[in-house]
């Protein structure tokens, strides 16, 4: 589903871009650009790279939107 519906960025490009080495938004951004333009998927980017990277407090599917 689109986390960055600006960029047309899915979950599936952030997990793949995580586990290749990003884990900030900003390394998100430089690779995949998103949160470059409105910036609401900050939250749901931000929650996607704590999933992969196993620091997650809750699971990145209770903020997702629907795709
Ligand atoms: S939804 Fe990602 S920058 Fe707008």
Do not use: F, N, W
């Amino acid at each position: 589903m689109y986390v960055c519906v600006c960029k047309a960025v899915t979950d599936r490009q952030i997990r793949e871009a995580a586990l290749g080495g990003a884990r900030t938004l900003k390394d998100l951004r430089r690779d995949l650009g998103v949160t470059r333009e409105c910036g609401r998927c900050a939250s749901c980017a931000h929650d996607c790279l704590r999933e992969v990277h196993g620091d997650a407090k809750t699971p990145a599917k209770a903020s997702r939107r629907s795709a």
